[in-house]
């Protein structure tokens, strides 16, 4: 069992026999009654977002996430497959759980799964790829790092903001978090 004195952001909790994602949370003291925790949950599976307040000193049912290193293969359509590098089987994950990550899949990518039991909860890529510019605006000489960005289209069709001297075919480093462009590869 969890409890509401050991809620950090990312801890997942079972509610409602769904798993959610603690995103935010505050305790928050009132006068002459029990504090109540105000949080904001992630929905595992749906991704929607809802606020909810629990009684300081509520438990929850703990949840034992495993992770494991997992091969992106290909998608078709809204669906990403990919191979559990451990047991050597597919797994099947929808456009919804990946979200803007997705953006940044390179076949034949490695990256971390989180189960919770058989099932994948999440998909944890590396903090930083390299993706090769497929189109963008050429650059001029004399273009410097500090002057401004364009528009790069990269090779996962992300469209992403470069510096003016990057030119179609350069491979730049892009930081998956943030979706934002680090250096030159």
Known sequence: MISTSQFKNGVIIKLNNDLY???EYQLVKMQQRQPIVSTKL???RSGNVL??????????????????PIQYLYHEGDRYYFMD?????????????LGEKANFLKENSEARGRYCGDQ??????????????KETEPGVRGDTAKSGTKPAKVETGATIRV???VSSGD???VDTRTGQYLERA
Do not use: M, T
Request: avoid cysteine.
């Open 21 to 23: 994602e603690i995103l």
């Open 42 to 44: 992630k929905n595992i």
């Open 51 to 68: 606020e909810q307040k629990f009684r300081s000193g509520e438990k929850f049912e703990d949840v034992y996430l495993e992770e494991k």
């Open 85 to 97: 590098s451990e047991a050597y089987h597919e797994v099947v994950v929808s456009a919804g759980l």
């Open 120 to 133: 994948l909860i999440s998909v944890e890529l590396p903090s930083s790829v390299v993706l090769q510019v």
């Open 163 to 165: 510096p003016l001297f």
């Open 171 to 173: 491979s730049i480093r």
